[in-house]
């Protein structure tokens, strides 16, 4: 799935093969991610979103499952949701900085200007080199 998705940008063939995956062995969180992802792709926020559950639920210590979670949930502007996701994947590794960028967006859209400006600071700590987090903070 991941060559066909990532790479050869076969969306619909990747998701094929995910669900292969996930019915030979319906615990394989990352085959639920990964197909979170391909559906994400399609702007199905509120399908990719039940996949990434379905990941958190069999591995709730992986922090990239809850950050894809928290970008679905934007996505949908649900904002506090997906601020509690990113919560969950700056508890698992507190130095994730895409987790504190995204929190940051998320509570720039909640206008809760002082907190954005927080999780980009923190952001720019842990990757003095993204440009990105500059440019908003």
């Known amino acids: 799935g991941i060559v066909l998705g990532r ?3 076969k969306h619909n063939d990747a998701i094929a093969c995910y669900d292969k995956a996930t ?3 319906p615990k394989n969180a990352d085959a639920w991610n990964h197909k979170g992802n391909e559906i994400y792709y399609f702007s199905r926020f509120d399908d990719a979103i039940a996949c990434y559950d379905k990941a958190t639920e069999i591995d709730p210590k992986k922090e990239a499952f809850w950050l894809n ?60 080199n993204d440009a990105k987090a500059f440019r908003f903070a």
């Open 7 to 9: 790479y050869l940008f």
């Open 23 to 25: 019915e030979i062995d």
């Open 69 to 128: 979670r928290g970008n679905a949930l934007r996505r949908l502007k649900k904002y506090e949701e997906s601020i509690a996701s990113y919560d969950k994947a700056i508890e698992i590794k507190p130095g994730y900085a895409r987790a504190w960028k995204q929190k940051a967006i998320a509570s720039r859209k909640l206008e809760r200007y002082n907190d954005s400006l927080a999780c980009y600071d923190m952001a720019i700590k842990l990757d003095p």
